[in-house]
């Protein structure tokens, strides 16, 4: 059984810093996409950032510049290291991964705020 399970969202002030890792396991298949996408209540969920298993990545245009995602191949984990946060990063953040042949998956999701 796939489990993602997702750590490192909190509180902190604007202009600081958080990390957010994601493991994956029971996966049985290898990782495609890797990515991190968020949701405010009332909102449809949007991509933050996602990488390919190359290392390609994309990133919405709101975080760019302040926001990175790395991935450790061989721990199954997705990092989004996000710098220079501002209240409207506030959001449950959500990992999610590409299985080859086994579809998509979504972790349980991680409060994070801003305080101005």
């Known amino acids: 059984q796939v489990q993602l399970v997702e750590s490192g969202g909190g509180l902190v002030q604007a202009g600081g810093s958080l990390r957010l890792s994601c493991t994956a396991s029971g996966i049985g298949s290898s990782i495609n996409l890797m990515g991190w996408w968020r949701q405010a209540p009332g909102k449809q969920r949007e991509l933050v950032a996602s990488?390919?298993?190359?290392?390609?990545?994309n990133y919405a245009d709101s975080v760019k510049g302040r926001f990175t995602i790395s991935r450790d191949n061989a721990k199954n984990t997705v990092y989004l290291q996000m710098n220079s946060l501002k209240p409207e990063d506030t959001d449950v953040y959500y990992c999610?991964?590409?299985?080859?042949?086994?579809?998509?998956?979504w972790g349980q999701g991680t409060q994070v705020t801003v305080s101005s």
């Open positions: 990488i390919s298993n190359g290392g390609s990545t």
């Open positions: 999610r991964v590409l299985l080859t042949f086994r579809g998509e998956y």
